[in-house]
């Protein structure tokens, strides 16, 4: 039993992200087909894209396939080097540490868009006293 240790957690992390990675990969399918039913469908179809919500869950995607290719990596370092299990625990913390830094200028670039109306209409709100103004 692994008592929540390295391994159940990168056991749990890569099936759970190989599973985000289809559905993703079903959901693509769909929103292709929509061009069957003519380019207004299909520009509505993908106008969806630019939601905050949809931005999220394409963030989440990246980040499931960052994590699954280096884990998968990490995999094979176990299984083809004699000393790959003696270091599965720092692997599985340099897989997190490199997933999490290559996913950050990533997440910047994908919700950028999305959040910077946001933060216009925060600065532009009538009647409030701005610094500098």
């Given amino acids: 039993m692994y008592k929540g240790q390295s391994g159940m957690w990168s056991w749990l992390f890569h099936r759970v992200s190989g599973l985000g990675i289809l559905l993703f990969l079903f959901i693509h399918i ?3 087909s929509l061009l069957g039913f003519g380019s207004e469908v299909y520009n509505e179809g993908i106008s969806l894209f630019d939601s905050v919500v949809v931005r999220l869950l394409s963030l989440s ?3 499931a396939v960052l994590f ?3 884990n998968g990596v990490r995999i094979m370092l176990i299984d083809f080097w004699r000393k790959g299990v003696y270091y599965q625990k720092v692997m ?3 897989v997190m540490v490199v ?3 290559i996913f950050i ?3 910047y670039f ?3 868009p999305a959040l910077l109306p946001i ?3 925060f600065i532009n709100i009538p009647g409030v006293a701005h610094v500098g103004h």
């Fill in 30 to 32: 769909v929103d292709i």
């Fill in 61 to 63: 995607i990246i980040v």
């Fill in 68 to 70: 699954h290719a280096f």
């Fill in 92 to 94: 599985f913390a340099i």
């Fill in 99 to 101: 997933t999490i830094v």
């Fill in 105 to 107: 200028p990533f997440a």
């Fill in 110 to 112: 994908v919700l950028r």
């Fill in 119 to 121: 933060a216009y209409w």
